[in-house]
């Protein structure tokens, strides 16, 4: 059983930062890629931020300059700096990874979410 467990979400001033923190635990063999979605009401759920073994990273443009991803392989955490934060990043923010867990099984796996709010 794989657990995610994610947290530093809020409410921030435009113009604000935030990092959000996602924990992974159990079973987990090795983790080749992590990162991090999000989901506004009445819009798909987008991703913000990747990262992969080699520690190489993308983003979308609506994001790139202003998040950062990182990852502590020793704590199986991924983290996400979010910087000059805009109302439209509003959004439930949910962490993934996608790990090789017993038996050498290739899963994917979400956190809960945790809701960032930007507004004055």
């Known amino acids: 059983q794989v657990q995610l467990v994610e947290s530093g979400g809020g409410l921030v001033q435009p113009g604000g930062s935030l990092r959000l923190s996602c924990a992974a635990s159990g079973s987990i063999f090795s983790i080749y890629a992590m990162g991090w979605y999000r989901q506004a009401p009445g819009k798909e759920r987008e991703l913000v931020a990747g990262?992969?073994?080699?520690?190489?990273?993308k983003y979308p443009d609506s994001v790139k300059g202003r998040f950062t991803i990182s990852r502590d392989n020793a704590k199986n955490t991924v983290y996400l700096q979010m910087s000059s934060l805009k109302p439209e990043d509003t959004a439930a923010y949910y962490c993934?990874?996608?790990?090789?867990?017993?038996?050498?099984?290739?899963?994917?796996?979400w956190g809960q979410g945790t809701q960032v709010t930007v507004s004055s």
């Open positions: 990262i992969i073994g080699g520690g190489s990273t």
């Open positions: 993934n990874i996608k790990a090789i867990v017993g038996g050498g099984q290739h899963n994917d796996y």
